[in-house]
């Protein structure tokens, strides 16, 4: 299933690894670039790391998080 909106053009899972997709509408500096968010297991729970394989959002512009 493919999930989306004003500002994200498509959310989907790959092996595991949420990809984000932003849409061209969203603000210049994010607008047509990919997020990805890869999980790692730790001990049983899982942690979950931004950028990953695809990932051309630039650092300054990810979420807090993940810079």
Same mark, same amino acid.
């Given at each position: 299933?493919?999930? #989306? ?10 092996? @595991?690894?949420? /990809?984000?997709?932003?849409?061209? %509408? ?5 607008? #047509? ?10 001990? @049983?729970?899982? /942690?979950?790391?931004?950028?990953? %394989? ?14």
């Amino acid at each position: 299933e493919r999930l #989306g909106g004003n500002f994200v053009r498509a959310v989907e899972v790959q092996n @595991g690894t949420v /990809v984000v997709s932003f849409a061209a %509408d969203a603000d210049s500096h994010i607008a #047509g670039a990919v997020l990805a968010f890869v999980p790692q297991d730790s001990g @049983g729970h899982l /942690v979950w790391h931004c950028g990953g %394989d695809g990932t051309t959002l630039q650092e300054r512009y990810r979420p807090q998080g993940c810079q």
